[in-house]
């Protein structure tokens, strides 16, 4: 069998090495401590994803024998300044930035500004002594390590943030955590986790971003807890543009109380290899997720999402929509699985996944999975796997529309179902400019292929 | 000559449809093609605007002098020939402004003309909305999606308005519409005819021309052009059907 220390990468090795540094190396608070043990215990008895194992069947994790991953040092102090990072900014972003540098908390180019009552942002290497217990919880909450980089994240943390709403506030403006990599001498492989806390009646949009400067090769390894309280709401967004050698790992769970509300728009359009495990779990009544995801699988990219939606208890409402594009040989994995348990009675769930092929040479491989013990829902899936109209094609041509420009401005339009949720312009500019420059690189090795079948 | 088709073939998935058609037109003229169904009408429209699967199988067609059917369809659009279709496409996600623009700007850009910024874009657009009597608020809509019928017919005659063609193709444009939706239809078409433009008025039904009043009348029949004449041709087809003139082929 394939174990960890059998990889170029030996995440075993991470784990000790990790444990014999000065005390210093990974800050700890005390509360973080079981978390950091349990993760360890983990590591070293969970076996690496192979093939065989269903969840992880089209998404080999080979980028881990390629290359030798090492934990980045903490960054020093001024590796980047806000003129590095300036272009990566939003000129309409009004609200707390948290920004981290290859994991680790950069303060200097944070900017947390006033925050409401009721609001508390801050990070797990920062947090004062008296964090509010819900949040601390969360960040505590060693759910059983699906994985072994559940497991790892949980061991080696680097930093992250924490978010907590007490009940009742409502914070208009949002928060933004902005991941940068920096290149390094060697491949990192970082571990960010936050927790986001939304109390009873509160209400909070938080902004994700994972990018990079330059084309590091790096593996972001991120875990993200979220609770929402009952009647509380909060939307999520979510835009990885990472290099084109990176790879992206986020393992995303939701609890969502009565009457409680989660939207997640989602972009992930970087990396040379993608994926996020998204589970919801409906541990209240009446409460409603709706989850959008923008996947983007460019020549060599591979981007995946698995969705782990579970209608525990009545009465909620689930929407799945998530939309793939793929070009050269990209590939594009979606596995939506939504469970409604037997007394979840009057759940209402729809799925789809619908993916746009720009190529003959890419590859979709998806599977909703509805497990319904339940006998009063209403729950649908739908998954289709098409190519660019060629009636749409040809109108746009004939307005003078060169081909590839025809191209672009069709994905954009099959995009913008997801992309048009993004709140801020500038979120949804940052996600259409890449797009297309993505498309562009590739578009006219598909123009060429299209005519040579055509004739 | 603007337009000069010679001894038009062409084939449709393999099968012939145009068997040898010929029509010259000449920049301010408008003319109307009419026939049966299954004819060929849409065909020639197609094939003039460069659509894959419309294949030519010989003949020539100049336009200004240089051979069209060598061009890809956007070259055709930039050198200022339009097709308003018949089934106008839907384009979910694709911003109508946006789209008008983009077109706009690539025709343009292909005839080494400065592209115009969204104020002058804006300024130009909102003169010619008025032309087809269009709600502007469909301006901001995505391209024809969830139109009726006659939304998207007023879509189609405002790019001609914008792009201001030198030769329009207006396949069937007449089809589906009601009466009062083909008349501001038709007064579109009307405002922008110029004695350098030419309109190719494609249609079943003699309706449209009591509007869009023609120059020349032609009949498609069997993939060539059987009968030429003035309006009146029109209205003794009206009369008398297609059935005479595949009689007077036949005999």
Redo the contacts between chains.
């Keep these: 069998m394939n174990t960890a220390e059998q990889t170029s990468t030996d995440l075993r090795a991470l784990v000790q090495a990790a444990g014999s540094e000065a005390a210093g190396a990974l800050a700890t608070p005390g509360w973080l401590t079981p978390v950091r043990e349990r993760g360890a215990r983990d590591v070293l008895t969970m076996p690496l994803p192979v093939r065989k194992d269903e969840a992880w069947r089209y998404t080999p994790v080979g980028f881990l024998e390629r290359q030798s991953y090492r934990a980045p040092q903490v960054a020093a102090p001024g590796i980047l300044v806000i003129a590095d990072i300036q272009h990566l900014l939003r000129p309409d972003s009004v609200g707390p930035r948290l920004v981290f540098v290859n994991g680790y908390h950069a303060p200097a180019l944070s900017a947390i500004g006033t925050l409401p009552d009721g609001v508390t942002l801050t990070t797990i290497t920062q947090a004062p002594g008296q964090l509010p217990v819900g949040l601390r919880q969360q960040v505590e909450r060693v759910a059983e390590h699906r994985h072994v980089f559940s497991a790892l994240n949980s061991a080696l943390v680097s930093d992250g943030a924490l978010i907590h709403l007490a009940a009742g506030t409502i914070l208009d403006s949002p928060i933004e955590i902005l991941h940068i990599a920096v290149g390094t001498d060697e491949p990192g492989i970082c571990h960010p986790r936050h927790a986001i806390v939304v109390d009873e009646g509160a209400q909070a949009r938080v902004v994700e971003r994972y990018c990079s400067v330059g084309d590091p090769v790096y593996f972001t390894n991120a875990v993200v807890d979220v609770h929402v309280a009952a009647g509380a709401g909060l939307v999520h967004e979510r835009l990885q543009t990472e290099s084109v050698g990176a790879q992206h790992l986020t393992e995303l769970r939701v609890t969502l109380s009565e009457n409680s509300f989660y939207r997640h728009v989602a972009a992930a359009l970087g990396g040379e290899w993608s994926r996020t495990n998204l589970q919801v779990v409906f541990a209240g009544e009446g409460a409603e997720a709706d989850l959008n995801g923008l996947m983007l699988a460019g020549d060599k990219q591979l981007n995946d999402v698995h969705l782990d939606i579970r209608h525990d208890v009545p009465r909620c409402t689930s929407r799945e929509a998530f939309k793939g594009i793929l070009d050269g040989r990209g590939r594009i994995v979606f596995d939506g699985r939504i469970l409604v348990a037997r007394d979840a009675q009057k759940t209402d769930a729809q799925l789809s996944n619908d993916n746009l092929m720009l190529s003959r040479s890419a590859e979709v491989d998806t599977k909703p999975q509805l497990e319904i013990y339940a006998d009063d829902v209403k729950c649908s899936h739908g998954t289709t796997v098409g190519e660019l109209d060629k009636d749409s094609l040809f109108y746009l041509r004939s307005r003078g529309i060169p081909e590839s420009q025809a191209m672009r401005m069709l994905c954009q339009g099959f995009a913008g179902d997801v992309l048009d949720r993004l709140a801020d312009q500038s979120l949804r500019e940052i996600a259409q400019e890449l797009l297309d420059k993505r498309l562009s690189t590739s578009g006219a090795a598909l123009v060429e292929g299209e005519s040579g079948d055509a004739s | 000559m603007l337009l000069s088709i010679k001894n038009l073939t062409a084939e449709v998935e393999g099968k012939p449809i145009l068997q040898g058609v010929d029509l010259d037109v000449r920049p301010g003229e408008v003319h109307a093609i009419m026939g049966p169904n299954g004819s060929g009408k849409s065909t020639l429209a197609h094939v003039l605007?460069?659509?894959?699967g419309y294949d030519v199988t010989g003949g020539e067609v100049l336009f200004e002098g240089q051979d069209l059917i060598a061009l890809?369809?956007?070259e055709?659009?930039?050198r200022g020939l339009f097709?308003a279709?018949q089934y106008?496409?839907e384009?979910?996600?694709?911003n109508n402004t946006h789209?008008l623009k983009?077109?706009?700007n690539?025709?343009r850009k292909?005839r080494g003309e400065p592209e115009l910024d969204s104020v002058a874009f804006l300024k130009l657009v909102r003169e010619k909305i008025k032309l087809v009597s269009m709600n502007p608020e469909l301006l901001k809509r995505?391209v024809n999606t969830g139109f009726s019928g006659g939304e998207k017919k007023r879509n189609e005659i405002l790019?001609m308005a914008v792009?201001e063609p030198k030769l329009a193709v207006l396949d069937e444009t007449d089809s589906g519409l009601d009466i009062d939706a083909l008349r501001t239809v038709s007064e579109g078409v009307n405002a922008l005819r110029s004695p350098d433009r030419a309109v190719i008025l494609v249609t079943h039904y003699q309706r449209l021309l009591d509007y869009i009043e023609p120059d020349f009348v032609h009949v498609l029949a069997g993939g060539r052009i059987v009968r030429s004449g003035d309006k009146t041709l029109a209205k003794e087809l009206e009369e008398k059907g297609y059935g005479w003139l595949a009689d007077e082929e036949a005999a």
Excluded: K, N
């Design positions: 605007a460069g659509r894959d890809e369809p956007e055709r659009a930039s097709l279709f106008p496409v384009l979910p996600g694709v789209f983009e077109a706009l690539a025709q292909s995505q790019q792009f």
